[in-house]
């Protein structure tokens, strides 16, 4: 047995600009299915691992078929690489028939390498371990997604660090209408920490000194500002509903 592509699987080819970030593999990704988020999450770390590791294709919602049988199922994501592939499984139940029934056709598969699962929590690495899912030779059950989360949103948690100055926003904000000076700054905050927060702004690569001793905002911060404030506004939103309902 072994497996292949329908010719509709390259209407789904991943490439690195779509997964520049996890808002942009959902958007190009979609949402057809109504799949939660969670789900998609899983699919943007099992193409993103494919795609790290080298494989020359690779495809999300993958329609396949296997042959001689010609059956037709949809792999979550998949990478073609010297002609054989690396498949991904995000929801596969330990306990549930439809995804055992795919397991053992990508186990017989001749030309399926291995088959990358990704559960969601910790505890169902233990419902696979108890599903003795580890005695299928190409079966390699990674970490939980939910354990990786940090990892992913490592630049974020210190841009909601950087949130939590008040002294920092007020240097961002003020640079956002025009570039300023340091005697501006040391009105404006603490100067004894007014070095410091430059050097933080400066390595998180959201100012830039124009000239010397005046400083804007880089391209990179104005694209955080403009982010933050649709967040903020967003945010107020959803609360004025949540309050209305």
Same mark, same amino acid.
């Given at each position: 047995m072994y497996m292949e592509l329908e010719p509709t699987a390259k209407n789904r080819r991943a490439e690195p600009q779509n997964i520049s970030s996890f808002e942009a593999f959902k958007e190009w990704a979609g949402t057809e299915r109504n799949e939660s988020e969670l789900l998609i999450f899983q699919k943007y770390y099992g193409v993103r691992e494919l795609l790290k590791a080298g494989l020359e294709e690779v495809y999300v919602d993958a329609p396949v078929r296997f042959l001689p049988d010609d059956l037709k199922r949809f792999i979550d994501a998949c990478g073609v690489g010297r002609k054989k592939f690396i498949t991904v499984l995000c929801s596969a139940g330990a306990q549930e028939e439809r995804s055992k029934e795919l397991l053992d056709l990508l186990e017989q598969s001749s030309n399926v390498e291995a088959?990358?699962?990704?559960?969601?929590? #910790?505890?169902?690495?233990?419902?696979?371990? $108890?599903?003795?899912?580890?005695?299928? %030779?190409? /079966?390699? /059950?990674? @970490?939980?997604?939910?354990? %990786? *989360?940090?990892?992913?949103?490592? @630049?974020?948690? =210190?841009? *909601?660090?950087?949130?939590? #100055? #008040?002294?920092?926003? %007020?240097?961002?904000?003020?640079?956002?209408? #025009?570039? $300023?000076?340091? %005697?501006?700054? !040391? =009105?404006? /905050?603490?100067?004894?920490?007014?070095? =410091?927060?430059?050097?933080? *702004?400066? !390595?998180?690569?959201?100012?830039?000194?124009?000239?010397? @001793? /005046?400083? @804007?905002?880089?391209?990179?911060g104005e694209n955080l500002m403009r982010e933050y404030l649709y967040f903020l506004d967003k945010l107020r939103r959803t609360i004025r509903d949540l309050q209305q309902t």
């Open positions: 088959i990358w699962i990704y559960p969601l929590l #910790s505890i169902n690495r233990e419902a696979y371990r $108890k599903a003795r899912l580890q005695d299928r %030779r190409k /079966v390699k /059950v990674e @970490g939980a997604i939910l354990d %990786r *989360l940090e990892e992913f949103f490592e @630049g974020a948690l =210190e841009a *909601l660090d950087l949130f939590e #100055s #008040s002294a920092r926003m %007020r240097m961002l904000f003020a640079m956002w209408d #025009s570039p $300023k000076d340091k %005697r501006f700054f !040391r =009105e404006l /905050v603490n100067p004894k920490l007014l070095y =410091e927060n430059l050097e933080i *702004l400066q !390595r998180m690569n959201l100012i830039q000194e124009v000239s010397s @001793g /005046v400083y @804007g905002l880089s391209e990179c």
